[in-house]
C-alpha cells in the first residue's frame, strides 16, 4: 500500500493500520502544495508513494531526525 500514489490512496480509503496519523498529515499538506519537514526519527515521507506525489506535485520533503544530526 506505501507503493504508489493510488495504493496510498485505497489505504486511506479502506483506513488501513499500516498508514499513521504523521503520514495524512504529510499526504494532506503534498496534496496542498506545502513542503513536509521530517524532524522525527520515522519513516513518514521514506515511502514511494510519498516521494512520487512530492514530485509529481513539485513540492519538498526532507528531514529525518534533529536530535541525531543527521543532515536534511
Same mark, same amino acid.
Not at 528531514?63 to 544530526?69: E, F, I, L, N, Q
Given at each position: 500500500m506505501h507503493a504508489s500514489i493510488e495504493s496510498f490512496e485505497k489505504g486511506? =480509503? *479502506? #483506513? #488501513?493500520?499500516?498508514?499513521?496519523?504523521?503520514m495524512l498529515y504529510a499526504w494532506a499538506a503534498l496534496q496542498e502544495g506545502i513542503p513536509y519537514f521530517n524532524g522525527a526519527p520515522n519513516l513518514t515521507v521514506d515511502i514511494p508513494a510519498m $516521494? $512520487?506525489?512530492a514530485r509529481e506535485r513539485q513540492v519538498p520533503i526532507m +528531514? =529525518? *531526525?534533529? =536530535?541525531? +544530526?543527521r543532515p536534511c
Open positions: 486511506v =480509503k *479502506d #483506513d #488501513d493500520e499500516a498508514i499513521p496519523p504523521s $516521494q $512520487q506525489l +528531514g =529525518k *531526525d534533529y =536530535k541525531t +544530526g
